[in-house]
Structure formats: C-alpha cells, structure tokens
Nanobody, 126 residues
Framework: QLQLVESGGGLVQPGGSLRLSCAASGFTFSYYAIGWFRQAAGKEREGVSCINWRNGRTYYTDSRKGRFTISRDSAKNTVYLQMNNLRPEDSAIYYC???????????????????WGQGTQVTVSS
C-alpha cells in the first residue's frame, strides 16, 4: 500500500528556513515522481516542486526557484523540501504526493497523482 508521511512543518519568522520530509513506502519507487504541493487558506492546492525518483530530475514552479530545493535520499526512501528565505505568503499546509508518471512536471501540474500525505502546516510570521 502506497503511503506518504510528512514532517518538519512549524512556525518560522520571515527570512527563516525549514526542511520538510516525506517518508515513502509501499511502491516501486523507480516508476514514480514524488513532489510537494501546498494549500493556503481559501486557495486551491498548487504544485511547489517535484522530483523523478529514479534519476533525480527536478521541477519547480517559477516562484520557488532559488528559494526552495527538492532532493531525495534513496536509502531512506525520503524526499526533502528545503525552504529558505521564507515569506508570509509561503504559509500553507504542505502535502507530499506520489505520481504514477515519472515526469516531475506532470506531477506538479496535478496529473497522475496516486497518493497524498496527510499534510504538515507551515506558518511564516513574526
């Protein structure tokens, strides 16, 4: 059974950093992309960054380039999202997702999602 468990959210001041983790289990990783989405209050869920599990190819939505970095640790079956220089508008529930298409840009557009994690809250406030 495909399962994703997020951790690492919390309260941080503007300009601060957080690293989110997504522990994955229950599927053949090589055929999947894993990614991060977020949903702010009153807004739709949106893709943030996604990664091809097998070759590590990454995709970022434009506004996150340079501030966010996605990576994977194959030995730990975990995907990370390092978030730097956080802004109040980054506040949201962050979700991990696994997609059955290995193309990370497809997953980040919301296509072929096979499973969602439960989400972790990120609040950026002084």
């Amino acid at each position: 059974q495909l399962q994703l468990v997020e951790s690492g959210g919390g309260l941080v001041q503007p300009g601060g950093s957080l690293r989110l983790s997504c522990a994955a289990s229950g599927f053949t990783f090589s055929y999947y992309a894993i990614g991060w989405f977020r949903q702010a209050a009153g807004k739709e869920r949106e893709g943030v960054s996604c990664i091809n599990w097998r070759n590590g190819r990454t995709y970022y939505t434009d506004s996150r380039k340079g501030r966010f970095t996605i990576s994977r640790d194959s030995a730990k079956n975990t995907v990370y999202l390092q978030m730097n220089n956080l802004r109040p508008e980054d506040s949201a529930i962050y979700y991990c997702a696994a997609g059955s298409d290995s193309d990370p840009s497809s997953l980040c557009s919301g296509a072929f999602v096979r499973s969602w994690g439960q989400g972790t809250q990120v609040t950026v406030s002084s």
